[in-house]
């Protein structure tokens, strides 16, 4: 734990810039937005709070609250030099996990704009630091308790903040207007929905944050209007900062987070069973041991070490970056397959791989100490993902990670299955013809936009497993005019 915590880096410190400020507070009003007070719930040095002002005279009562105490004095001044003594302003010097936020807002006359940007940080980024800029006791401590244990326990201190500030503005008049991850303006109004929060219309407007901050983030404007009788679901997503026509509206439908409600609302009827069952590669978290390149009649891995390996276990692979190059693609890479199912007792490989199980052996140290629970109480040596699927010689096949919807069709190669890396996700075929086919009801026009309905493409990995067996091949067939092939091939399957 570092012995000095960085004020920058520790309260998430970006001040907005003045011209930035002032855009943002130009566009509100062009909303047409009515104003009577501001709050700026992590107001620095001012920027926004004084466009605030500056852009909505009207205003009679406005706050800032900021826990840097330079920062409050600098505003304080700068507020004694410009301000008309008509505005009712408090600078209150403290944290925001410390404000009775219902309070607060219940003393401030109605139309009230929160307007603001609130630290850039995580409560990962906060732990290393050594930070107690947190919420104390919170379900959001416990939220990040439970992401903990399923491995997703970074979570951005903004969005903690918005979700108790559309929670306390449920059932007001008024409009919040924060910069913030697009992300995280996402998962704020999907929580404001899912909770049946009065909100009556809500807007994402992308900013430039390498340009305002220095900082590269898909970062946005999240303008959001509350009323007592508000009831939206839906979201308009505007192309740039400035633009007045939206590109896609998304919201939350059928208790689904829907990214583009008119893709949603053209394809719906394409949702259904999963009739080619997706699955994932193969999972072995050792790729300097388990992936290996062939050298002659022997195999280097990633340690640089070179040897000998019987064939059974040895198999080309594609990693997930590799796939859209799709047929013919020569795997350059081999992978160590010690399982042909989740089940298989790895140690019969003694008697008929004895120059595998001896190199797996060698290795041990690095396989053994594995971290995920998911290899525990297993075989040793286990993998995860392998089943017969695995196997098969033909497969359609998708990266986790592309930001592009394409499948590709994976081939054999020197006459044995190709397998693919964890992040990527496929469906087994049989043949060349059925895979080809499959590949083509998947990369049409409606499959496409099907799967458009719901990608944020933003996201760390856009493409899901979950996504993908929304999809029913059925009706994409017969939407197509092609049921009977799909028939044909479905019935030599079975
Ligand atoms: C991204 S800056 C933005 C400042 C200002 N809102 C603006 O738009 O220019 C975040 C601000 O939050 C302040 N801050 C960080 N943690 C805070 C907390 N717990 N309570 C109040 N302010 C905090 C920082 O000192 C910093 O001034």
Request: glycine share 6%; with cysteine; charged share 20%.
């Amino acid at each position: 734990m570092p012995k000095t915590v960085s004020c920058a880096d520790q309260y998430g410190d970006y001040q907005t810039p003045h011209v930035l400020a002032t855009q943002i507070c130009r566009l509100l009003s062009e909303r047409g937005i009515v104003v009577a007070s501001v709050l700026e719930p992590t107001s620095g040095v001012g920027n926004l709070l004084l466009a605030a002002l500056g852009q909505f005279p009207d205003v009679t009562n406005a706050v800032g609250i900021e826990i840097n105490g330079d920062y409050v004095r600098l505003l304080e001044e700068k507020l004694r030099a410009s301000l008309e003594v008509a505005t009712n302003v408090n600078i209150v010097c403290a944290s925001f996990f410390h404000v009775d936020l219902d309070d607060l807002l219940g003393h401030l006359p109605e139309p009230i704009l929160v307007v603001g940007n609130p630290p850039w940080v995580t409560n990962s980024a906060l732990g290393v630091l050594g930070s107690k800029n947190l919420p104390k006791k919170s379900n959001f401590q416990n939220h990040v308790g439970l992401e903990a244990r399923t491995g997703k326990s970074n979570f951005d201190i903004s969005e903690w903040m918005l979700r108790k500030l559309v929670e306390a503005l449920d059932g007001r008049r008024a409009t919040l207007a924060m910069l913030c991850k697009t992300a995280v303006a996402r998962k704020v109004l999907t929580h404001a929905w899912k909770s049946g929060l009065s909100l009556t219309e809500s807007e994402i407007h992308p900013i430039d944050s390498a340009k305002s901050f220095g900082a590269a983030v898909d970062a946005c404007l999240l303008v959001s209007s509350f009323e007592p009788e508000g009831t939206s679901r839906e979201c308009r997503i505007y192309p740039h900062f400035g633009s007045t026509n939206p590109t896609a509206i998304f919201g939350y439908h059928d208790d689904t987070l829907i990214a583009d409600l008119a893709l949603y609302h053209r394809w719906k009827h394409l949702a259904g069973p999963e009739i080619y069952k997706w699955r994932s590669g193969v999972k072995h978290d050792c790729a300097k041991v388990m992936e290996i390149r062939r050298e002659g009649h022997q195999y280097r891995n990633g340690l640089g070490e070179l040897f000998e390996l019987e064939e059974d276990h040895v198999f080309g692979m594609l990693k997930s970056s590799e796939i859209t190059k799709g047929v013919g693609k020569i795997p350059t890479r081999r992978m160590l397959v010690t399982q042909k199912s989740m089940t298989d007792n790895t140690l019969t490989m003694v008697n008929h791989a004895p120059k595998t199980w001896d190199y797996l052996e060698r290795h041990a140290e690095y396989l053994d100490r594995r971290a995920s629970s998911i290899y525990r109480n297993r075989p040793r040596f286990s993998m995860f993902g392998v089943g017969s699927y695995t196997f098969s010689a033909w497969k359609v096949a998708i990266s986790g990670f592309y930001k592009a919807l394409q499948f590709a069709v994976v081939g054999p190669h020197e006459g044995k299955p190709v397998v693919l890396d964890d992040t990527a996700y496929f469906v087994p075929c049989q043949t060349e013809s059925e895979a080809q086919y499959v590949a083509g009801l998947l990369n049409s026009q409606p499959a496409r936009e099907f799967f458009s309905a719901y990608v944020f493409w933003d996201a760390k990995r856009p493409i899901t497993i979950e996504l993908l067996r929304r999809l029913d091949l059925t009706s994409v067939a017969q939407e197509l005019g092609s049921r009977e092939i799909l028939d044909h091939f479905r019935s030599q399957n079975e």
